[in-house]
């Protein structure tokens, strides 16, 4: 069973540029699903391959350093947990294609993901806004 960690939600200004950069890949990735949305690319395939997903995720790897221990490493987490599932279920999308049976349970496996990117997007980009800490579960021991 995972419970949620319980991360401090103090904030002295002293965060105030890693939240901006944090506003940045949010941006970002936004732009990207936009692009799916607006273009003949799929909302989730627009994510993981577009330009601005990847300049973000680039973003997250280098400045997330400076964030650890901060209420704001729930959103870079959240972030890069967002791109990566969504690559993953992308993959199982396409081996679902593969075969002519699959390729209905693959379309329907790349709209529901392009929705809980957008969830998710929206989700942690208010969540900042408000200066709030994104869940984040942590194993239990029994």
């Given at each position: 069973?995972?419970?949620?960690?319980?991360?401090?939600?103090?904030?002295?200004?002293?965060?105030?540029?890693?939240?901006?950069?944090?506003?940045?890949?949010?941006?970002?990735?936004?732009?990207?699903?936009?692009?799916?949305?607006?273009?003949?690319?799929?909302?989730?395939?627009?994510?993981?391959?577009?330009?601005?997903?990847?300049?973000?995720?680039?973003?997250?790897?280098?400045?997330?350093?400076?964030v650890?221990?901060?209420?704001?490493?729930?959103?870079?987490?959240?972030?890069?947990?967002?791109?990566?599932?969504?690559?993953?279920?992308?993959?199982?999308?396409?081996?679902?294609?593969l075969?002519?049976?699959?390729?209905?349970?693959?379309?329907?496996?790349?709209?529901?993901?392009?929705?809980?990117?957008?969830?998710?997007v929206?989700?942690?980009?208010?969540?900042?806004?408000?200066?709030?800490?994104?869940?984040?579960?942590?194993?239990?021991?029994?």
């Open positions: 069973m995972a419970e949620a960690e319980v991360i401090p939600n103090h904030d002295d200004g002293s965060l105030d540029g890693s939240r901006a950069w944090c506003h940045v890949m949010y941006g970002l990735h936004a732009l990207s699903a936009l692009s799916g949305i607006l273009t003949s690319a799929t909302i989730v395939g627009a994510f993981v391959f577009g330009w601005p997903s990847i300049i973000a995720v680039i973003i997250n790897f280098v400045t997330r350093d400076k650890s221990g901060t209420w704001l490493a729930t959103h870079w987490r959240w972030q890069l947990r967002t791109f990566w599932f969504a690559a993953l279920w992308l993959l199982i999308a396409g081996v679902l294609m075969t002519l049976i699959g390729i209905p349970a693959a379309i329907l496996v790349v709209v529901s993901t392009g929705l809980w990117v957008l969830y998710r929206i989700r942690g980009w208010l969540a900042l806004r408000d200066r709030r800490a994104m869940p984040v579960a942590v194993a239990v021991a029994a």
